[in-house]
């Protein structure tokens, strides 16, 4: 009785810390858009598409070519590359930094060896497109696909294309928290999509009937533009109603690999963020997700038709 109870105590301890030191070091995860907008984003999408767009996309992720199939499917797979963000390292494939000094030029310079969402979208569809079988990419059409329909969803999340030296709002804390959401981020990636109520296929239905309303000028208008643009109506919708309304300090242009090392000053923020700001921004919220549907089925109809 005496050795092996202390030594079953000192290995559960060993583990215990080991849990808790790696809870503490590894930096919280950047969420994206999380589930719901997402699958929103694929779910409109999937209302828009053409009839040759429908079948390549039902053959790519081989299930019936029905409309309930394909948006469905097409929903499930918009979440697939956060799943794999980790283990794959394509991390910082899911957001572009343009600063608060930056203007539209700098957008080259802030996405560095393609790594960057603006530059992966335009991959992606050029390998979609391409539809070649003997190229040896990494990725599979299945994944080429998988990662195109998140990465449009994550590109109209105002913080994916922007930073103040904050991991684009990851370094600033809300007080108090907004449902899951401990940071602004988190607030633009989940809390004010959850704020519109639903679950995705609801709001998907809710929002195509605001699409069905808008004038054909209106809803080309929505769908138009390419990534750079949607990175910098993304970087603007930013600057004006989150940078500027919450008054967060420009800072120097940095880019902190973790919140601890962010400046002073955004780590200090404590964000009040009240029922009339998440009023206020529930039409910019189901904007970008009407956007960001038509745009994804404009963007696979050209690539698919
Ligand atoms: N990490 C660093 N910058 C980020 C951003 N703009 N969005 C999401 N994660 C980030
Ligand atoms: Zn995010
Ligand atoms: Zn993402």
Redesign the pocket.
């Known amino acids: 009785m005496g050795m092996k109870p202390s030594y079953t105590t000192i290995s559960m301890c060993r583990w215990l810390c080991v849990l808790l030191i790696s809870w503490l070091v590894v930096p919280f995860p950047?969420q994206c858009w999380w589930e719901q907008g997402h699958q929103v984003v694929a779910r409109i999408a999937a209302r828009h598409l053409t009839p040759a767009a429908q079948l390549r996309i039902s053959e790519i992720l081989d299930i019936a070519n029905t409309p309930e199939a394909v948006a469905d499917a097409l929903a499930a797979a918009s979440i697939w590359a956060d799943q794999v963000k980790a283990d794959t390292g394509t991390g910082n494939w899911?957001?572009i930094?343009l600063t608060l000094q930056d203007g539209r030029d700098n957008i080259p310079q802030r996405c560095e060896n393609d790594d960057c969402v603006t530059a992966r979208i335009r991959l992606f569809a050029g390998q979609l497109k391409a539809h070649d079988p003997d190229s040896d990419s990494r990725w599979s059409d299945q994944d080429a696909l998988r990662f195109l329909v998140h990465f449009v969803g994550d590109l109209q999340q105002p913080?994916?294309a922007?930073?103040d030296a904050d991991?684009?709002g990851?370094c600033e804390t809300l007080d108090p928290a907004i449902g899951q959401a401990k940071n602004l981020?988190a607030l633009w990636d989940g809390a004010l999509v959850s704020a519109l109520g639903a679950d995705d296929n609801t709001l998907a239905s809710d929002l195509e009937t605001e699409i069905v309303g808008l004038t054909d000028d209106q809803r080309s208008d929505f769908a138009g533009g390419d990534e750079n643009d949607w990175a910098w109506e993304s970087h603007r919708l930013a600057t004006v109603n989150i940078y500027k309304h919450f008054e967060i300090p420009k800072e120097d242009i940095v880019f902190p690999a973790s919140c601890s090392q962010a400046p002073a000053e955004i780590r200090a923020m404590a964000i009040h963020v009240d029922d009339g700001y998440v009023e206020a921004m529930k039409p910019i919220v189901r904007e970008q997700l009407m956007k960001g549907g038509l745009r994804l089925a404009k963007m696979l109809n050209e690539i698919f038709g």
Request: proline share 0%; aromatic share 8%.
């Open positions: 950047a899911h957001y930094d913080l994916h922007s930073s991991q684009g990851n981020h």
